[in-house]
Structures are given as structure tokens and as C-alpha cells.
């Protein structure tokens, strides 16, 4: 699917093949040299880097709400992998809405990564969810709330990318092969086969295997309180069995439809203490929180980032 060019001399009659460009991808190119002897280089286009911001409510979706706004959609899986632990991407209302200051990286006018989020705000109802940068130096966490919690929690907010609930946790569902009314202690998120599934926290496999009804599975022992497991996979990540240590958003397998299903889905399940509880529900406790000297600077970029937002 990568274009090359060729460039010739000489006219209809006689013509000469001098280069032949190859685009490695949208900033670099290989440029080979035909006529003589034959010579190969590298070429790159400029890259120009820009600090912004965003104001997007949610009226429709947020990918069409942030095209809308002039953003880049890029900007949705920065802002996805920050909130991981906050927001659940898959219960957007309308009316939520997203501010953000950030950098992106630009070749000829198209956009081609967002490097950083200095700040965002997610507000939803009358409640505001700040998020700072604030790099403290020692490789871990980067990213805080005004208090300085850190963002990243114990537990991510789902176990995959981009997919839509088709089933929620209840004790009286009919299940829809048997017909049965029974409970259904999981959230199933309907996604295409294939579709990475995440360990939704650190923890150890106990078992990765083929379950009956359950199909494809694998089970996460995250600590004494949580375990997880992972339903109905197509297939499982190099390395994932039993006694492996995973990290939190490793991925340990794909979406599939194998056991009873009756199409490609994920069927997500949490105990805690051993006992059954709702995914969506479950509070998350933070991670290490900001080293207490940190807490003056963090909160003087806080409103500094608050003022910037308040003159856009």
C-alpha cells in the first residue's frame, strides 16, 4: 500500500529512468538514483510541532464531536489511555464534555501523532475530572488529579478498545441460547473477533484454557480481594498460561465466539472476596500519589492551565 514514484529524462522518443522515490511512510523516503552508478538515500519533510487546545462537548460522538471542534481524532486515544481508570469510554452522555492543552506533531498540514496532554478536564454533570502533567522524574506515573492522586488506579476501566456493551451485569437475564431466565454475573462488550483483550491489572494467570460453556478463557488472580476472567476468546497471547505474571494492560487474548455464544464478544467477569460484582461499578483505588514537595508545583500548573482554558 506504499507509493513510489519514478522520475524520468529525456522525451517520448528517448527516455531515461533517474529515480525512483519510495515512501517509507508520511515524513520519510528512500531515493534511489538510476542512471551511473547506483546511489540510495533518505529524505525527510519537515515536521513542525504545535501546542493547542480543544473544546469538545459530546452532542452525537466524541469522534465526530472532536472533528467538529477542529481536533484531531488522535487526540480521543491520548485523552482514552490517560482517563483509562476514570472514564468509561463506553458510557459517554450527551453533554459531557472534554477540554484539553496539548502538543501534536504536523507533516504538511497533516497530523501525525499527539505527543503530549499538558492538561484536560473532563466534566460530566456538574462534576470535574482535571488531569495534569507533571513528570516528577522517576519513570513512573506522569499524569495526577488537582489532588495529587495519581490517574492510573489498580484497575483499568475495561478490558478492550472501542466496543459497545451488549450485555449488562444482572441476576434475571434470559440468556439468549436457552432461554432460561438466570443470572448473568459479567458485562459482555460486543467486539469483531480478533479484537485484543487486556488484563484489566497485574496480577498471575491461574488458568487459561478451554471451559465448557465459558470457551476460551483466562483467569487473573490480580491480589487476595480481586480475581478476573475473560470469556469466550478466539485465541490466546504468546506466553499466556497458567503461573504467568501479566501487567496491567497486557494483552492476554482476542475476542472470539468460542463455548456458547451466539456471536463475537467478551464476556467480562469480576469477584471480589470470591463473590461475584458488577465491572462498571467497581471503585478502583489509586496508585502511589504525587511525593508531597511536588504538591506546590502541581497545583501552581494547575491553575495556570485552569486561566489558559478560561481565556480560550
Known amino acids: 500500500g506504499n507509493k513510489w514514484c519514478a522520475y524520468y529524462s529525456g522525451d517520448s522518443t528517448r527516455r531515461r529512468l533517474d529515480y525512483v522515490v519510495y515512501e517509507n511512510d508520511r515524513v520519510n523516503s528512500t531515493v534511489f538514483r538510476c542512471f551511473d552508478s547506483l546511489k540510495v538515500w533518505k529524505v525527510a519533510k519537515p515536521i513542525e510541532q504545535r501546542t493547542l487546545s480543544a473544546d469538545v462537548t459530546i452532542c452525537s460522538s466524541l469522534w465526530n464531536d472532536m472533528l467538529k471542534a477542529g481536533a484531531s481524532p488522535l487526540l480521543i486515544l491520548k485523552l482514552s489511555d490517560i482517563y483509562a481508570w476514570t472514564v468509561d469510554f463506553f ?12 502538543s501534536q506533531r504536523e507533516c504538511e498540514g497533516e497530523v501525525l501523532s499527539i505527543d503530549s496532554v499538558f492538561y484536560a478536564v473532563y466534566t460530566h454533570g456538574e462534576k470535574d475530572y482535571p488531569v495534569i502533567l507533571f513528570d516528577q522524574g522517576d519513570g513512573g506515573n506522569i499524569y495526577w488529579n488537582e489532588k495529587g492522586e495519581s490517574m492510573r488506579k489498580a484497575f483499568l476501566k475495561a478490558p478492550l478498545h472501542f466496543s459497545r456493551i451488549s450485555s449488562g451485569f444482572s441476576y434475571h437475564r434470559r440468556h439468549p441460547i436457552t432461554k432460561k431466565v438466570q443470572p448473568h454475573l459479567a458485562v459482555d462488550y460486543a467486539a469483531p473477533k480478533g479484537t485484543p483483550v487486556m488484563a484489566i491489572g497485574d496480577g498471575t494467570v491461574i488458568s487459561a484454557g478451554y471451559s465448557g460453556a465459558a470457551g476460551n478463557m483466562v483467569k487473573i488472580r490480580h491480589n487476595s480481594v480481586y480475581t478476573s476472567a475473560y470469556l469466550h476468546l478466539s485465541g490466546y497471547a504468546k506466553g499466556i498460561r497458567a503461573g504467568e505474571r501479566v501487567s496491567q494492560g497486557q494483552v492476554i487474548g482476542y475476542v472470539g465466539s468460542t463455548g456458547r455464544s451466539t456471536g463475537p464478544h467478551l464476556d ?7 463473590s461475584p460484582i458488577n465491572p462498571l461499578t467497581m471503585e478502583s483505588p489509586s ?3 504525587i511525593r508531597s514537595e511536588n504538591l506546590p508545583a502541581l497545583d501552581s500548573l494547575n491553575r495556570h492551565y485552569q486561566q489558559l482554558l478560561q481565556k480560550d
Open 91 to 102: 458510557g459517554l452522555q450527551e453533554g459531557d464534555r472534554f477540554r484539553a492543552i496539548y
Open 287 to 289: 496508585v502511589e500519589p
Open 268 to 274: 467480562f467477569r469480576v469477584w471480589k472476596n470470591g
